[in-house]
């Protein structure tokens, strides 16, 4: 059983060379058919020819006359024809030999040496035919038709020039289908041995693409996709670290306070309760910031689709929190299309709004501000928070909505990823747009 692919290729390669190999040796046997029948109908009508002739010379004299038949079948020599001439009785009048004997020296010479270039066989076959004048039979003509020495030659030629192409371009052919299969499947190996080293846990590891073809595009893809998988495994760690240290805060607080009070060094009022409640707190924060994203990867399955009219909607978020902006000193406007609706999950869709919103007033100092823009572009419906904060780097851009990247400190590096899960559960999309320094805007497509 053939498993490498290598060979496979090999093999596929060795046939399709054989198939044209084969065809040429059918071209071959069809050339020199078509050719012996060419000749061959040459050769009859030389025999017609020669018919005529003789029949022509038989009503002129009245009978049959070797000496007005000579040159006839001498004719007939040099057109290929060894024949033998009998008359209605079956006698024989004339043959080849006779008539070449009747010449003089030097004609006769020249004849045979014209005739030894066709081939003569012992025990010829002649083939007869009948002669007329006027309905009535003359006599017989037999005939054996002398293969040209040329015939031999083309042919001979033909099988030479064969047999060299088979041994030659079969060689070629064997060798190029080797080189052929190692360079097709060289890439393939090597995409087998990189993924190979991936499920080991290797993520560094790349395959070369060269060229624009398929096999390319793969290992392009490929390449992304390792790049893909060790960025995410590195955020991975890096999330770890993160919960580690952001648990290990509160964790710690509540346990020295604890260990205070039983040991009463510490009282148990409700200053230092309340204490242990906001520790508390943040642990159940970071808690329900993981647990948010896992709903939002099963958004999908449950949401809760209805008609929304985003003016109302819209206008009611920056109300609920138009307080925090106040106090921060950040203004906060929406502007939005009457009329403007869209099919969503209202809970969902203020979900995404309100995490963009804490991300721009976060972002967005003191004498800033924030706005809301909301229209319809080419079927779809476009929201845009934009703030003039202090923006995103540039080589953060790219990364911002990867599960657990954080541009800055503070918090896990989960609401951007949250926000692009829930939009995709909408089929829809979000982008963002920065220059460092000057603020930032997030623009979010739902199709409407």
Known sequence: MVKSLRIKFFLLLI????IALSAALLLRELLVRDFREYLEGEMEDRVYWVTAALESAYEKNGAWAQEAVVEDAVWALMLGLDV??????????????????????????RVRAISEQRGQEKNARYVPYALFLGGREIGRLDVHFLRPSKEHVFISRSNTLLLISLIGLGGIAVLLSVVSA????????????AASAIGAGDLTRRVA???????????????????ALEKQEGLRRKLTANIAHELRTPIAAVRGELEG???????MDKEHVQSLYAEIN?????????????????????????????RPFLTNIAERFGRLFAEKGVSLDVSCD????????????SQIIINLLGNALKATAAGGGVRITASAKEGAVVIEVADNGV???????PYVFERFYRASEGGLGLGLAIVRELLDAHGGSIACRSEYGKGAAFTITLPR
């Open 338 to 349: 009457d009329g403007l609706t869209v099919q969503a999950d209202p809970e969902r869709l």
């Open 282 to 310: 943040r642990l159940r924060k970071i808690i329900e910031a993981i647990e948010e994203l896992s709903n939002a990867e099963a958004s999908s399955l449950n949401l809760d689709r209805r008609q929304v009219d985003l």
């Open 391 to 397: 923006g995103i780097r540039e080589e953060d851009l």
């Open 209 to 227: 693409a060269t060229g624009k073809d398929e096999l390319s595009v793969l290992s392009e893809a490929f390449n992304r996709m390792a790049l």
């Open 182 to 193: 190692r360079r097709l499947t060289k890439p393939i190996r090597g995409l087998t041995e």
């Open 261 to 267: 009070m039983m040991d009463g060094y510490i009282p």
């Open 84 to 109: 033998r001439l009998y008359d209605a009785a079956g006698g024989l009048v004339i043959d080849t030999d006779h008539a070449v004997a009747t010449l003089s020296p030097l004609v006769s010479k």
């Open 15 to 18: 046939a399709v060379s054989a």
